[in-house]
């Protein structure tokens, strides 16, 4: 708000800043690709970071894989084989090279037990595939629901509706994945014998096939994701019809239903946004736990079980690719935020 | 000037404020319970924890309250053990996340120069990768001790103090109080512990609960997937992991930690959401 800002404006409107005034001529642009760079910044720092973590002790996984059978040659030639014995510059240059060709490197564990293709990219195809079922289906299910909720509760505050929603999503978000998971197996299985305790999907098939086995899975997703993002709405809601624009327009006789939609609902768009997208980006750390709950063959599984087995590369890959959506998921939310409210464009350059 | 009258408040008081809702009440009732049995309940184990006793997955009785476990041990027993190493784990992951977040949250936000976006920035990293993502990645390069798992808890939990602690104090920096300091030629020091540190204790506080429900979350889940706390130790989340085997004969292997640690997480929450209502409160009517 402190400096005169160009931005509906045709592009060719000399700024009065001369600083900065090329940006200016195309904002939107502007700030697209300085959000796309900041990300793959972010993005390529984290890659290091990953990197560095999985490679601390780089003798130790090898060991740890080789077991009984580790002596000091068979060692050596596996560590020879992924690659260990080069700098550690020299194997971030290659794995990063690989990446960028669809290449995520070997398994240890493959290699150790002398598996004709220890390469990990096929490995990974299945688990990304179930893992992008589950969290689409809740994200269908997740976006609907948390809007609705919340926009109720925040529309009905301190009412009845609203102790009957919040209280529960108060109580309901806070529980880790996998107590939740526990106590819907607990009430669907043990007491009801509706439906299956665990979600296994045999090698090759589509989850799709067996429809049920998602039911628990989503439904442990959708509580707690639907439980904290109904309080930010809630809020959102809340403040805004607080405003003055919004109090205006009552005192004018506005009908309600008009004065909600029209200049409630649009003015809480950006926190709805923002809120969506932490749901979501806590689903791409929520599955990690619920595959585990109800041991789904997804990316979460896949990914424990490389810790366990200390598969460096698995581990690397499946790191890469939830940091790499996490990262996705801020930048869309970020620039959709920006395109729906063109108040906040004030504040691009 | 709320903060500044709430730091001065003993204890009591801030109970005292917790106890004026429903929720507080039911909150603190529960967390004096779920913290006894975590912290005292092996002094009334009827059983040894590891000791193996009957038929793996046999449901309540034959003096069993909860039935035995997958390999026949006591449950209720291994409840009664299990809460300890979560809750000391949670509770020094929050202290350590304190310390240093609070730490950055005051140097950055009382800086005043390219310090501030330098630290923020680098925290932020942190906050750009799933949170049970970080904690797995050091586990992996670091093994899964105890301490590891402090440290990994707190280095995830710590940007989002930092914040908040950078953002109260850029806000009291500029009072009239702390400018004349400034001015008297006082140590940044003395500022800090005198100045600033006071004032902002308040919204510090009200953080807490939140830091520390995480913490318990984050460390029972660690456990629950099986590289936290390793067998046979007894622990809640992985009592729940290792007894999905015997869901069909002893449910209760299964419900009966799910239940504790739940009660624990929401009473933690219900206290730190009625410390936050009672702060608002107390703002609200000066």
């Known amino acids: 708000m402190v400096n005169p800002v160009v931005v509906s404006g045709p592009p060719s409107l000399p700024t009065p800043v001369v600083e900065g005034a090329r940006h200016r001529s195309h904002p939107v642009l502007w700030f697209v690709s300085k959000r796309v760079g900041a990300a793959l910044l972010t993005l390529f720092i984290v890659s290091v970071l990953i990197f560095l973590c999985t490679s601390v002790i780089p003798g130790n996984a090898v060991t740890v894989i080789l077991g009984r059978s580790a002596t000091p040659h068979t060692v050596a030639v596996l560590e020879a ?86 209280f529960p999503s108060l109580i ?47 439904m442990t997703l959708l509580v707690v994701a639907v439980g904290s993002g109904i309080r930010q709405i809630r809020l959102g809601m809340i403040e805004v019809l607080q405003t003055d624009f919004v109090q205006f327009a009552r005192l004018n006789g506005v009908k309600e239903r008009r004065v909600l939609v029209r200049y409630g609902m649009r003015n809480a768009v950006a926190n709805s946004v923002q809120t969506i997208a932490q749901n979501l980006q806590y689903l791409v750390g929520g599955i990690i736990v619920v595959e585990s709950v109800f041991a789904y063959p997804g990316l979460g599984v896949y990914l424990v079980n490389a810790v366990q087995a200390r598969d460096t590369n698995k581990i690397l890959a499946v790191s890469i690719i939830l940091a790499a959506l996490y990262t996705f998921i801020n930048i869309v939310a970020d620039l959709l935020v920006v395109f729906l409210v063109p108040r906040l464009r004030t504040e691009l350059v | 000037m709320s903060t500044v009258a709430h730091s001065f408040r003993g204890s009591r008081t801030v109970i005292s404020g917790v106890l004026r809702t429903n929720g507080g009440r039911i909150g603190l009732g529960l967390l004096v319970i779920t913290f006894f049995i975590a912290l005292f309940g092996g ?42 190493s979560t809750l000391v784990l949670a509770g020094l992951a929050t202290i350590l996340t304190y310390s240093v977040g609070g730490l950055i949250g005051l140097v950055a936000g009382f800086s005043r120069s390219k310090i501030d976006p330098i630290l923020m920035r680098s925290v932020d990293i942190l906050l750009s990768v799933p949170a049970l993502l970080v904690i797995l990645l050091l586990v992996t390069g670091f093994g899964s001790g105890s301490l590891v798992l402090v440290l990994a808890t707190s280095l995830v939990l710590m940007p989002g103090v930092a914040r908040i602690v950078r953002s109260a104090t850029l806000e009291v920096s500029t ?19 005198r100045e600033v540190l006071p004032n902002i204790s308040g919204i510090v506080t009200a953080d807490l609960g939140l830091r520390f429900s995480w913490s318990i979350i984050l460390i029972a889940s660690v456990n629950f997937l099986g590289i936290g706390i390793q067998p046979p130790t007894p622990d809640w989340g992985l009592m729940i992991s290792e007894n999905r085997v015997v869901i069909g004969s002893n449910p209760f292997a299964i419900v009966a930690p799910s239940v504790v640690l739940a009660m624990l997480i929401i009473a933690v929450n219900l206290v730190g959401d009625a410390y936050v209502r009672q702060l608002d409160r107390s703002s609200g009517s000066e």
């Open chain 2, 43 to 84: 002094f009334f184990a009827p059983y040894s924890p590891y000791e193996t006793l009957g038929v793996p997955g046999a449901p309540p009785g034959n003096g069993h309250l909860l039935g035995l476990d997958f390999i026949g041990r006591d449950v209720f027993s291994r409840l009664l053990y299990g809460g300890r």
């Open chain 2, 175 to 193: 009072r009239g109080y702390v400018e004349a300091a400034i001015a008297r030629g006082e140590p940044t020091r003395a500022l800090l512990l």
């Open chain 1, 172 to 218: 309901l978000a806070g529980l880790p994945e996998f107590v939740t998971g526990a106590l819907l197996i607990y009430i669907f299985f043990t007491l009801l014998h509706a439906l299956p305790p665990v979600s296994l999907v045999a090698p090759g098939a589509s989850p799709l096939s067996t429809p049920k086995i998602l039911i628990l899975p989503v």
């Open chain 1, 81 to 166: 084989r992924l690659g260990l014995d080069k700098s550690l510059l020299a194997q971030y240059l290659s794995w990063l090279g690989g990446l960028f060709h669809g290449n995520l490197g070997n398994s240890a564990v493959a290699l150790a037990q002398q598996q004709p293709d220890p390469s990990i990219a096929h490995t990974l195809k299945d688990p990304l595939i179930n893992s992008l079922i589950l969290g689409g289906i809740t994200a269908i299910l997740l976006i609907p629901l948390t809007l609705l909720l919340g926009a109720l509760a925040g529309i009905k505050a301190d009412r009845a509706l609203d102790q009957a929603i919040s």
